[in-house]
């Protein structure tokens, strides 16, 4: 396995594959962190995730090309207008379709999961029929291209610095919110015990529609951060909903330190294996990994023990 | 009887102009409709009962309009409509004009088995122009060949398949391949080369052709790689790149994988100026969607470019954005797409005959003249002799023809030594 | 009142078995003395869907397991039959041009120069009908076996069994040289000698295929009056009630899981005869979550309506995409979202709510007894949020 | 672990915690044959989690338990059942889409694997069970009717008949008589009385009246522990229960 490469080459193959692991993990965590929270805070299984995610991409594509064409001057830092833009876009259509669908099918996982299907596939013919069936590729301004040679043979992406950054910037922000804010605690309590939430003047209602926006809103945020790193097509949010699902079950569904954890587990495995072995092996081996080790941990890796 | 032999023995735009002049005296509509028909009896051209009457013929056109497929495959659509379009214009086949039914493959195999189904069985259609991907086409062989029907396959492929049934009128693995090699073995002094590609069955056929053209050159392969299809993070593979060094990178990756791919390239600070980069998967339809910065400067090997200098290609081109709008670009696939109603035109009178056993026999030694790639002639194998060339990419989502071959290439669908 | 409950309801019984026989009566005589055989071909081959519809009616309807995952087993079922005919199809003088002659075309392009040595079995055909079978129960023997028994169910459930399909179409793929990659296996020619392609052979074949979809209808009436189908809609209800009345629940959950796989596999298998290949298309994740909605159309607690409901869906889906190739996904779309909210129990439970009171009282008529009302039990409407918890 | 014992159930140093919160801590109390033993104590006491431990539902951290000398702990759920262990829950647990007669009819302790499921015959000997337990705890009219539009203590008949055709030496009953009418918990405490008669019951109550009524020896739990012990009479005079129980 090792043989062919030097050791100074293997410690550059440690370091690069490490961050190339980074920034599967950043990938991965963008993704897991709304689905956890509609999946774990709210136990709906959104199928539609990736949908939200590439209307994100979309809102971002559109920034890029109006700013290019109409405000050129302003190119350089579009990026983050477009990701608050994303996060509004997601996070509103987010809110629709909780009102028109989602609460009346409380209760209902299993079928949340087929009416949230039905949504993804007529979000995609949706994006089909406005932005084109073509992939759309988004110009990124200069500062963000390229890269930094730590040394002579490790060099480091700077859209996967800022990729990374963002996940943590998000990350803190939805801990601060979701566990520091009135508002956070009001959701958690509402998630707990919705009777006695509703009893003690929690708006009950209005709370499960701005935590499914939220949970939307960070995967608009993610698909705009994807724009960086992938491809924007009617059909690319599909490619992401399994893994995204077993990266928040794995953790655990109720955890948000369990998904970061999983997502640190499974982007590190699926990248160094993906070195030594072939991509499509590399796939198949961390899917059953996961797999198996859900069978022997069904809660997950993280998961409090209560009494039932 | 007598009549047949008379038309066969008149060159055949004499005959048509001849013909278009008959139409327009007024006097002959007064004559009985036998009489018309006389000059080209259907039932001596069309002896299997296809959908051919005095006046019209039927050719289907089998595509995916929907599904994931639906990108890739609208080029063709469009210059097949192009192809038959200007032949009509021309007074059409054997002074019939050409009615197009469209059936949608939907990107779903079963389906163009159904669909070509359907067409052989139903509509009887005299040709076939569709599939893109291999899939769809193995999916639909057995149809043709059980229904002896005609099938004009416009994409390059990983060869391997003959058969009666189809022309094929995209470039097979070797045609594709190994020209291109030489070239960027001379042109580069390339020792060693990286293989990357999607999973299945294109990328890794060529690959072994091109591993097995490598090798037998004395260079070396350092890395083979294939990501299932979708696949769109390609640190672990790009890190992997920068430890080989290699002269050449070799790419077949297609698809949605393809943006991420030369994005991610383009970040990890690769820059296609000067590490060579070759690929067989990137027309000027993909290159929109990756997006000219994240590619300029890569090479890509085909057998057209909508930048080709020659009036054939320039007709085409005007012709083209003329009837699909100005915005359009031609890829490789698209100009292949544009073959086929001609070579099957040409063929037809050739044969005299919409006869499928006929046209079989008929289309070796085709030759189209007209061709916006340029000259191209039908091989006994049903594929086409044709010329490789390599093409730059440039920011502006176009290529710069660098280098052609001086001669067509023969096509080889079952190679020696490279299977 | 008592004797009502010894005979076991009549009337359920002969009613559902008139609805048996009305099916029968429409795909046996009505369809192919309606359509060409081009379209009766189509028929047969959405019908193949319906054993995946009927599994699931099973499994997820009575069982309350929803599984996105059958079009493995139809796959794998498919596949089964695939290797035999590929393999009768590749005899050496077939295939002398090969460099090897003798094995599939693929592999010879692959560069393999041997079988590989599962393929070997499949030269027979008893082996491989009973690998049609077996290969895709074994495979949900083994996985119900790990989830069930660690008690996993529900959503995770549904997930792992989606991420098996992603896995398994990863693993054909990739594995050209012994699965025949994304192309599948194609150019089926012969059965035992016999041409599978020509219109006739089509013919018959769907009388086959109608006749087992008829069987497996039978089959499945029987598991689901058993007591066994009443202890499946028991631990659908209150699994943990089940248990400690003495059952070991998840023994019945890989029961039914592996009913429904075998009953999928089935229709891959008649699926590869009648349209002549098989491919990785049908294994993933999109065609298995499209099979579930077959099953919901039609009501995910009738075995009727589940086949009615697969006719009726791709019924339209072939004649969306012919005419409005756009609106397909569309209406796709609101098909799943309506089902779901407004009319949970699909075709059938349209069916019980307006016409079944009409028929009954025609029925009753006739009759000196008339139905206890409280008979419909295990085929009766589930209300909608009890129907999937 | 420790001798054989003559007592028909017996619990010995069981601890289980949940994240560190012992639940249940050290416990150790026996159950004689043909005696109604009563659990009470105050919620939270850990009372449901000690009936959870006996059938399995939740897993021990520590201690035994011994059925008939046969250690419960090592053994699945439907396995205690078998041994002849029955219990109910406490919010009516029955199948709302079977009829009365088939939530019975599952509980009947007969076709209880796979196999034995499907071949089961719904044969004289399990009609003429139904109907027996049926009447036992007035139902007999309701056999054709879906249990979901049975009322709560309908209900809670059934659930108790489901137990009743198990046959069980060991009956737990979880409240058997929560949210009950004064009618209904009139002819309940009758049916209880009727069937403990031959077997060993252990309940848990909250009305004190009908504890008394029934039991034979209570334990008190709080807080995981056994409080007090005895019969009603002993441990209704223990200050210490007075205090944290029976006090307010």
Same mark, same amino acid.
């Given at each position: 396995m090792f043989e062919g490469y030097s050791l100074a080459e293997l410690g550059s193959i440690f370091a690069m594959q490490g961050f190339a692991g980074l920034i599967l993990f950043s990938v991965f965590v963008l993704m897991a962190l709304g689905l956890a929270i509609i999946f774990g805070q709210m136990g709906v299984i959104n199928m539609a995730h990736g949908e939200f995610m590439i209307l994100g991409a979309y809102v971002t594509y559109l920034c890029s090309t109006l700013v290019s064409q109409h405000a050129p001057a302003l190119f350089p830092v579009y990026f983050f207008v477009a990701m608050i833009l994303a996060f509004i876009a997601s996070g509103l259509l987010g809110m629709l379709v909780e009102w028109g669908m989602i609460r009346f099918l409380y209760k209902r996982p299993l079928d949340t999961l087929l009416a949230t299907w039905g949504l993804s596939l007529i979000l995609q013919q949706i994006f089909r029929s406005v932005f084109g069936a073509r992939e759309v590729g988004v110009v990124l301004p200069d500062w963000l291209m390229g890269s930094v040679a730590v040394t002579d043979t490790i060099e480091v992406p700077i859209n996967g610095l800022f990729v990374m950054a963002l996940t943590m910037a998000i990350t803190v922000v939805i801990y601060v919110v979701m566990f520091r804010s009135r508002w956070g605690q009001g959701v958690r309590a509402v998630m707990q015990n919705r009777t006695m939430a509703g009893a003690v003047g929690i708006n009950t209602e209005k709370v499960d529609r701005y935590t499914f926006g939220l949970g939307c809103g960070i995967a608009g945020v993610a698909g705009s951060a994807f724009t960086m790193v992938g491809s924007t097509g009617p059909t690319s949010g599909q490619l992401y909903i399994v893994d995204t699902f077993l990266v928040v079950?794995?953790?655990?569904?109720?955890?948000?330190? $369990?998904? !970061?954890?999983?997502?640190?587990?499974?982007?590190?495995?699926? #990248?160094?294996?993906?070195?030594? %072995?072939?991509?499509?092996?590399?796939?198949?081996?961390? +899917?059953?990994?996961? !797999?198996?080790? %859900?069978?022997?941990?069904?809660? $997950?890796?993280f998961v409090l023990k209560v009494r039932r | 009887m007598s009549s047949d032999k008379t038309s066969g023995g008149l060159r055949s735009p004499f005959r048509r102009k001849l013909l278009l002049g008959m139409a327009a005296l007024p006097a002959l509509t007064l004559l009985p409709r036998g009489a018309i028909a006389q000059a080209l009896a259907t039932d001596a051209v069309n002896t299997t009962k296809l959908a051919v009457t005095d006046s019209t013929v039927k050719v289907g056109i089998l595509h995916s309009t929907t599904g994931t497929m639906a990108i890739s495959e609208t080029g063709s659509v469009q210059a097949e409509k192009l192809a038959i379009a200007q032949i009509n214009e021309m007074g059409g086949v054997l002074g019939r004009k050409i009615e197009v039914i469209q059936e949608d493959g939907a990107s779903d195999w079963p389906t163009f088995a159904e669909k070509a189904r359907k067409l052989l069985v139903e509509d009887k259609v005299a040709a076939v122009f569709g599939c893109w991907t291999s899939a769809s086409r193995k999916a639909v062989l057995p149809v043709f060949e059980q229904y002896n029907?005609?099938?004009?396959?416009?994409?390059?492929?990983?060869?391997?398949?003959?058969?009666?049934?189809?022309?094929?009128?995209?470039?097979?693995?070797?045609?594709?391949?190994?020209?291109?090699?030489?070239?960027?073995?001379?042109?580069?002094?390339?020792?060693?080369?990286?293989?990357?590609?999607?999973?299945?069955?294109?990328? @890794?056929?060529?690959?072994?052709?091109?591993?097995?053209?490598?090798?037998?050159?004395?260079?070396?392969?350092? $890395?083979? /790689?294939?990501?299932? +299809?979708?696949?769109?993070?390609?640190? #672990?593979?790009?890190?992997k790149i920068k430890l080989t060094k290699p002269d050449v990178i070799y790419a077949s990756v297609v698809g949605g994988s393809n943006v991420a791919f030369y994005k991610q390239l383009k970040a990890a600070g690769i820059n296609l100026e000067k590490q060579t980069l070759m690929t067989i998967s990137v027309t000027e339809d993909e290159l929109l969607g990756i997006g000219g910065e994240n590619i300029a400067g890569a090479y890509a090997c085909m057998k057209y470019f909508q930048s080709l200098k020659n009036p054939n290609n320039e007709k085409f081109v005007a012709a083209f954005?003329?009837?699909?709008?100005?915005? #359009?670009?031609?890829?490789?696939?698209?100009?292949?797409?544009?073959?086929?109603?001609?070579?099957?035109?040409?063929?037809?009178?050739?044969?005299?005959?919409?006869?499928?056993?006929?046209?079989?026999?008929? #289309? /070796?030694?085709?030759?189209?003249?007209?061709?916006? /790639?340029?000259?191209?002639?039908?091989?006994?194998?049903?594929?086409?002799?044709?010329?490789?060339?390599?093409? @730059?990419?440039?920011?502006?989502?176009q290529f710069d023809m660098v280098y052609e071959t001086a001669d067509l290439i023969e096509p080889d669908p079952f190679p020696k030594g490279y299977q | 009142m008592k004797q009502a409950i010894q005979s076991g309801s009549p009337f359920r019984v002969t009613g559902e078995m008139a609805g048996v026989l009305l099916l029968a009566l429409f795909i046996v005589v009505v369809l192919p003395l309606g359509l060409d055989t081009f379209r009766l071909n189509m028929v047969g081959k959405y019908l193949t869907y319906a054993f995946v519809a009927l599994g699931l009616v099973l499994c997820w309807g009575s069982a309350g397991i929803l599984s996105l995952g059958q079009g493995i087993f139809f796959g794998l079922g498919g596949y089964c039959m695939a290797m035999f005919l590929k393999l009768e199809a590749s005899s050496p003088e077939a295939t002398k041009i090969q460099s090897t002659p003798g094995i599939p075309d693929f592999m010879d392009w692959n560069q393999l120069t041997a079988l590989p040595w599962f393929w070997e079995p499949f030269h027979s055909l008893t082996f491989s009908v009973v690998a049609v079978v077996a290969v895709p129960a074994l495979l949900a023997f083994v996985v119900g076996l790990a989830m069930f028994k660690r008690r996993v169910g529900g959503v995770?459930?549904?997930? !792992?069994?989606?991420?098996?399909?992603?896995?398994?179409?990863?693993?054909?793929? $990739?594995?050209?040289?012994?699965?025949?990659?994304?192309?599948?296996?194609?150019?089926? @020619?012969?059965?035992?000698?016999?041409?599978?392609?020509?219109?006739?052979?089509? +013919?018959?074949?769907?009388?086959?295929?109608?006749?087992?979809?008829?069987?497996?209808? +039978?089959?499945?009436?029987?598991?689901?009056?058993?007591?066994?189908? @009443?202890?499946?809609?028991a631990l659908r209800d209150k699994e943990d009630r089940v248990r400690f009345s003495g059952y070991d629940v998840a023994n019945f959950k890989i029961f039914v899981f592996c009913f429904a796989a075998a009953l999928s596999a089935v229709g891959g298998a008649m699926f590869t005869l009648q349209v002549g290949f098989m491919s990785p298309s049908f294994v993933g994740i999109v065609p298995s979550i499209e099979m579930v909605i077959y099953c919901a159309v039609g009501g995910r607690l009738s075995l009727l309506g589940a086949v009615y409901g697969t006719l009726l869906v791709n019924w339209a889906k072939t004649l969306l995409s012919e005419s409005f190739p756009e609106l397909w996904l569309f209406a796709m779309g609101a098909l799943f979202i309506g089902v779901v909210m407004v009319f949970p129990n699909g075709l059938a439970g349209l069916y019980q709510q307006y016409l079944a009171p009409h028929v009954k009282r025609a029925l009753s008529r006739g009759r000196t007894i008339a139905p206890a009302p409280a008979s419909a039990t295990t085929s009766a409407i589930v209300p909608p949020h009890t129907a999937a918890d | 672990m420790s001798n054989p014992t003559d007592y028909l159930l017996a619990v010995e140093g069981l601890t289980v915690s949940f994240d560190g919160f012992k639940a249940v801590n050290d416990l150790s109390f026996y159950v004689d044959a043909n005696e109604i033993h009563v659990i009470i104590g105050p919620n939270g006491a850990g009372k449901t989690t000690v009936l959870d431990l006996i059938c399995g539902r939740t897993r021990a951290s520590g201690g035994s338990i011994k059925f008939r000398n046969k250690e419960l702990t090592a053994m699945k759920e439907h396995e205690i059942v078998k041994a002849g262990v029955g219990r109910k829950f406490q919010n009516p647990s029955i199948y709302d889409d079977l009829t009365v007669f088939e939530n019975l009819e599952i509980s009947f302790p007969r076709g209880r694997s796979v196999f034995g499921a499907l071949a089961f015959k719904r044969d004289a000997e399990v009609r003429d069970r139904v109907a027996e337990i049926a009447e036992m705890i007035f139902l007999t009219d309701h056999l054709d009717q879906r249990a979901e539009y049975l009322s709560h203590g309908q209900k809670q008949w059934l659930e108790i008949g489901m137990l009743l055709i198990q046959d069980p030496e060991l009956l737990m009953l979880d409240e058997p008589v929560a949210g009950m009418s004064v009618n209904e918990r009139k002819k309940t405490a009758e049916l209880l009385n009727k069937i403990i008669q031959n077997r060993s019951v252990l309940v848990i109550e909250h009305d004190m009246k009908f504890v008394e009524d029934i039991a034979h020896r209570v334990t008190v739990l709080h807080q995981g522990k056994i409080l007090s012990e005895g019969s009603m009479e002993r441990v209704k005079n223990d200050p210490k229960v007075v205090e944290v129980y029976l006090g307010h």
């Open positions: 079950v794995f953790g655990g569904a109720q955890s948000l330190l $369990g998904t !970061i954890a999983s997502a640190f587990a499974i982007s590190q495995a699926q #990248s160094t294996m993906e070195f030594f %072995l072939s991509g499509s092996t590399a796939k198949v081996l961390t +899917l059953l990994t996961v !797999i198996v080790i %859900l069978m022997l941990r069904p809660q $997950g890796l | 029907g005609m099938l004009y396959y416009p994409t390059f492929y990983e060869g391997l398949e003959q058969s009666k049934n189809v022309i094929y009128t995209g470039q097979e693995a070797t045609q594709q391949i190994l020209a291109g090699l030489d070239w960027v073995s001379k042109e580069k002094s390339a020792k060693s080369f990286f293989l990357i590609g999607s999973d299945y069955i294109w990328p @890794r056929t060529s690959n072994k052709i091109a591993r097995k053209h490598i090798e037998k050159n004395g260079q070396k392969v350092v $890395g083979e /790689e294939y990501f299932p +299809l979708g696949h769109t993070q390609f640190n #672990s593979v790009i890190n954005k003329k009837m699909w709008g100005g915005e #359009s670009v031609i890829g490789d696939v698209t100009q292949a797409g544009y073959l086929g109603p001609w070579l099957w035109k040409l063929t037809v009178e050739k044969a005299q005959s919409f006869d499928i056993d006929k046209i079989a026999v008929a #289309s /070796e030694g085709i030759e189209f003249k007209e061709a916006p /790639e340029g000259y191209v002639r039908v091989h006994a194998n049903h594929h086409l002799w044709s010329k490789t060339r390599v093409g @730059r990419a440039r920011m502006d989502g | 995770y459930f549904a997930i !792992i069994t989606q991420a098996f399909a992603a896995i398994l179409t990863i693993l054909i793929v $990739g594995q050209q040289g012994y699965t025949g990659g994304i192309n599948g296996i194609t150019d089926l @020619r012969t059965l035992k000698g016999w041409d599978i392609r020509t219109d006739e052979a089509k +013919l018959v074949l769907y009388f086959v295929n109608a006749a087992l979809l008829i069987g497996c209808i +039978l089959l499945c009436l029987y598991v689901r009056h058993s007591k066994l189908g @009443r202890i499946l809609v | -």
